[in-house]
């Protein structure tokens, strides 16, 4: 395993403990009102690691689709954001404007987006591109629902990317346990785009992080995209393998009982207080919704709706009653 | 085939009321058993019934054969009811939320509403879907879509308002031998003001033929879908200044039923057009340029518009309530056209 | 080789002089003015031979693409439809409202398109589904251009036909010599969807017929859909594989030296005589325009432009001036 | 990079009068030039040089990694574009014929017209490409576009008349921070009629701002792309019976200059929309509702509109010419209307 493996696996731990502390938000109904069940699956925050976080807008870029959010936490995204975008709150990404569970923020590498399945490959294949064509040491990941090789906007994301040579990792996410990808689903497809392929299943941290980490190598080395396809995890317990990682981070990869105990305490306390804050901000204001939809567009309420008509539009007579309404 | 009938279904039979949806899924059923030729394609609606539930119990009914669950494909299986509708087949697909019909724009516009005129024959196809926002379904589950296909000469677009018009519109759009965008509001299909009794016979309504919701002189509002609602009720508050409004129901929007609204509008001198969907290049658009073509001379005042405002369907409550256009909205451009 | 070789052979001998003597349309500039090399290609007429061809709509059906139209001759097209249709013709298919060098004629078991590739993979996979939805004896037959892989609506369609092992037959067609499909592509590819692949090459006619035979065998069997990739062929002499053909069928597949001759002096006079009546025939009528493009619809011409305003809409005054422009 | 010039972008530079086309060939290298952000994406661009040929002698000049052929995977690229323009890129994509921007409809309409709005940043990104009938194409080659996209909320669409706009508006949609849909009307590219001297210093043209192609006092015509000309010829003949004809030349579709319109109704108090596109859902009802919203008053006759026919683009020539608005038409119409 590469680098530092105690201090990576502390970050995934706490990454985890997010997670964690965040289900709770959901238990108490919040995500529910927001309509859309919080994926939780440890793998996908280990195979974020494995990228160049930054947040200065010059490290990888990830897209964690809809299932699993954790990868979000690993470049930087935090409880408090993810309450915000759930709650709907005016301080949420894009003042609540769009939905869903990520959003954008292309300073820290995040990418979001809360519509149909494969548009993120097209997408994070012309984000690759151009890190390929700057000769950049960037890497693009992108998780999509395994769903997403049924559309034809998948297919043509990968060939795109496959076609340049894009540094591209694209992992197909079972994490809302779906029992779609079969063993060498993965392998098959990728074999039609000449590609590198690999599938992960219950592997432990150090596998899943290699896996990612040997991908991004060989891509931005110019030896073009992966597809990785995540098995199904076990259903019954969708914590089992989070528990797991928490036990082998701290008896094997050098954290330490004390250290976890220490790194569970200030997630919760962080998650505790994203909460309180939460409470206190505002819903996003109605009028909100008259942004701009162009960047030099002066935004124009509907004459007929909040605001009367222009002055001397109609030569005749002064509108009537126009005022009385609202 | 099982032989109890999934409740949905079973509404009109019962001689009781039923909602919008089920008067949907009453219209399927009965399309099913009265013509073998019929039959439904798309995401889940087989074991799971579909995201809201309209063909639950069909696939145990009808079998696998004619309750096809599909790939996440919208364009590939479009594509693939054209070819079945070729075959002499009435495919009906279900687009799990309207919104998603965009990956069949190509197939739908290009091979679909062409086909007759390429001598390749007519396609009867019926794509329905659930639409419309105040569902806080946020930009990519609130959309309405007739103007991606108002713009194309060869297919249809129906939109109905009430539980009755959904059961015998969609039955027309099943029988008629052209491709039918389909579109239902969801704010309409549980509506509890939208469940009624229905005729018991075979109930048709025919495409093209607009519908007097409320009679009036004193101005037109030309609407349709749930906005008919929200039309009827501003109606109501005119009233009460003795404003007598007449409320068209489109119910098909392509083809436009011109005639109807002309005659309208000779009535009344004034017309306001109210749509949910946004307002540059809504189809307020084009019924003002016949308007502008037909009955001119009629009109003692501009025809106006009130629309949903210039941008995506916002996601939070608050913001969306602002977008979409509301009761006192259609008073306020009533009144001031009334008065004009 | 299942049937009777020699009968069959003696149809695609027919098919192959047809093409030729059709070319010499080509040569004379026709199919230039219409915009489209004709492809020639008698593997793909050798191919639509292993389907089930009928008139009266209950045979096999062809998309023959816009390649190389021979597959329609084996389908039943006349020299005379094909130079109609180039030639723009009132009494073409469809009279010319749409082009190209395949049209639809369900009867007999043609499907045209003029658009975007991989539609027609769609589109025939849905025929198949109705094929099989009725228990009928039936398939269908797809031509597309290997370009169409690297669209999602062929992969949609394909991924559509492979989940409801509807009976169909894709053939990646490369009659125009494209170098696309490597050995071993359409394998790949294949494999992606879990379906039986081939690829075909300068085979001799009964491995062409074969190759088909068996995969529509398989389709009607409940056995799902095949993918048969076509390698390039020699680009220097279109008419290479096309001669050895003819000489293959006289001096091994029974049909011998004078039959060839009649069946060529038989089909010269046919294309001859096309080219005779195609003179006389009349360009497609300016107001065939108006067709209606749905079934009941009347025809409307706009009114500003062939008639005038219906009469009563304008109450003032009559209109003026309008009847002296054209 | 090779010393010699195309020949196609170098008209100016020499002093030379420029086609249509070589006017777009003279953009896009001046600001790929200008901007090493710009970059090409299309069909067979690269060595082959496009369909038309307008990028012959792009590759050799700036290189593989900005000259990009491409899969035929309208939809896939367009994605692409949209995460390339993500990283600060500036991509223009080709389509070969615009008719083929349908699979790319989906990722056009829902992703990058929503990515301002969505808070993901503006997307500047340019789809560019031939349109337009009267080539013999059939339906598939030969379509208008603007249609599919003019109801979009965070779309441009542009669609010059002129060899000058069609450089001078290009330059300015790649230095345009939002996705551009451009509009090249094949019948201009190589017309002789079009070519014309260029400004010979940095030629760009504002977006969103109408021109008047001639003014007049009797009656209005808006048009806009190849139908500007043969509004022009049907002026002249109105000229001929002492009518004063403006014809307004749009050049941005979206957003639309209503302010211009709205001028030049006040005026002659008579107003002709005239397009190519077909009839029904076509631009001419959005611009009737904006003259009805503003300028009721100082109509002195209804807002007309000549255009195609509703259905496809037909294949033969004579049944293409009757589709399409003639000179003839725009005269009757116009004579009709000044005469009312
Ligand atoms: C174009 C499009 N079509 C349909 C949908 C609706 N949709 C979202 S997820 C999904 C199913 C995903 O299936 P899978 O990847 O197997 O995930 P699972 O729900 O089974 O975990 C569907 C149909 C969509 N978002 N976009
Ligand atoms: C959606 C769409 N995009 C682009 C085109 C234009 N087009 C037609 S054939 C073709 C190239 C086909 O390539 P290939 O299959 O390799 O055939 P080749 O021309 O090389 O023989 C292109 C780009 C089209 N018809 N439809
Ligand atoms: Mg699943
Ligand atoms: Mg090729």
């Known amino acids: 395993m590469p680098g530092d493996a105690t201090a990576l696996s502390r970050g995934v731990v706490r990454d985890l403990l997010y997670q964690g502390f965040q289900a709770r938000f959901l238990a108490g109904g919040a995500a529910k009102s927001a309509g859309m069940p919080f994926g939780v699956d440890i793998r996908t925050v280990a195979m974020a690691r494995a990228m160049r976080h930054s947040s200065d807008g010059k490290g990888d870029l990830c897209s964690a689709g809809h299932l699993a959010p954790g990868p979000m936490l690993a470049f930087g995204a935090t409880p408090l954001e993810f309450l915000r975008q759930l709650g709907r709150k005016g301080t949420a990404p894009a003042a609540a404007r769009s939905g869903g569970r990520s959003w954008t923020d292309l300073r820290r590498g995040l990418i979001g987006w809360d519509g149909p399945p494969g548009t993120m490959t097209q997408v994070l294949a012309g984000v690759a591109l151009a890190f390929a064509q700057r000769g950049q040491d960037r890497a693009a990941l992108v998780f999509e629902e395994f769903a997403a090789t049924e559309t034809g906007g998948w297919h043509e994301?990968?060939?795109f990317a496959a076609a340049q040579a894009a540094p591209l990792v694209v992992v197909l996410d079972a994490a809302r346990g779906a029992g779609d990808a079969g063993e060498g689903a993965a392998d098959a497809i990728a074999r039609g785009y000449g590609v590198d392929a690999a599938t992960v299943s219950r592997e432990a941290y150090p596998e899943l992080f290699r896996t990612v980490a040997d991908a991004r190598r060989r891509a931005v080395q110019g030896r073009g995209p992966s597809l990785i396809a995540m098995l199904p995890r076990d259903q019954d317990d969708p914590w089992a393998l989070h528990d797991a990682f928490v036990a082998w981070a701290r008896d094997e990869a050098g954290v330490g009982r004390g250290e976890v105990k220490a790194i569970e305490r200030a997630a919760s306390?962080?998650?505790?207080?994203?909460?309180?804050?939460l409470d206190k901000e505002p819903e996003a204001a109605a009028d909100d919704a008259l942004v701009p939809v162009c960047t030099h567009d002066v935004p124009q309420p509907a004459w007929t709706r909040r605001t009367p008509p222009e002055p001397g539009w109609r030569a005749t007579a002064e509108p009537q009653?126009?005022?009385d309404v609202r | 085939m099982s032989g109890e009938l999934p409740p949905q279904v079973t509404r009109t039979r019962e001689g009781r009321p039923a909602t919008f949806l089920e008067a949907i899924a009453e219209a399927l059923w009965e399309e099913m058993e009265r013509d073998s030729r019929v039959f439904l394609m798309g995401e889940d609606i087989g074991s799971y019934g579909g995201a809201f539930k309209v063909t639950r119990g069909f696939l145990d009914h009808f079998g696998q054969s004619r309750i096809i669950d599909t790939p996440i494909s919208e364009g590939g299986f479009t594509g693939a009811a054209a070819g079945a509708a070729h075959m002499g087949l009435r495919p009906v697909v279900e687009m799990q939320f309207m919104d998603f019909i965009s990956p069949a724009y190509d197939v739908l516009t290009n091979y679909i509403a062409t086909s007759l005129y390429r001598g390749?024959?007519?396609?009867p196809i019926v794509v329905r879907g659930p639409v419309g926002g105040g569902n806080r379904g946020g930009p990519f589950h609130s959309q309405n879509v007739e103007m991606a296909f108002f713009h194309t000469p060869g297919l249809k677009i129906v939109y109905p308002s009430?539980?009755?018009?959904?059961?015998?519109?969609?039955?027309?759009?099943?029988?008629d031998d052209n491709p039918v965008i389909f579109e239902e509001h969801k704010g309409l299909y549980r509506a509890p003001h939208c469940r009624e009794k229905l005729p018991a016979d075979d109930h048709v309504v025919p495409l093209g033929k607009a519908r007097v919701a409320m009679e009036g002189e004193d101005l037109t509002i030309v609407t349709?879908?749930?906005?008919?609602?929200?039309?009827?009720e501003a109606a109501a508050t005119l009233a009460r200044d003795r404003v007598r409004v007449e409320v068209i129901d489109l119910r098909t929007l392509l083809p436009l039923d011109e005639d109807a609204i002309v005659a309208s509008v000779q009535k009344t001198g004034k017309l306001l057009i109210v749509h949910e969907d946004t307002r540059t290049g809504g189809i307020a658009g084009e019924i003002a340029m016949r308007i502008n073509e037909r009955a001119f001379e009629w009109l003692d005042g501009p025809v106006l518009r009130v629309t949903a405002i210039d941008?995506?369907?916002?996601?939070?409550?608050?913001?969306?309530?602002?977008?979409?256009?509301?009761?006192?909205?259609?008073v306020t451009a009533g009144r001031y056209l009334v008065n004009y």
């Open chain 1, 157 to 159: 994301g990968m060939n």
């Open chain 1, 269 to 277: 306390a962080g998650v505790d207080h994203a909460f309180h804050r």
């Open chain 1, 321 to 323: 009653g126009f005022h």
């Open chain 2, 120 to 123: 390749a024959g007519p396609l």
């Open chain 2, 162 to 175: 009430t539980a009755a018009d959904a059961k015998g519109l969609l039955k027309s759009a099943i029988r």
């Open chain 2, 224 to 232: 349709y879908g749930l906005m008919v609602h929200r039309s009827l």
């Open chain 2, 311 to 330: 941008s995506p369907v916002p996601f939070s409550g608050a913001l969306e309530d602002y977008f979409l256009p509301s009761v006192a909205d259609v």
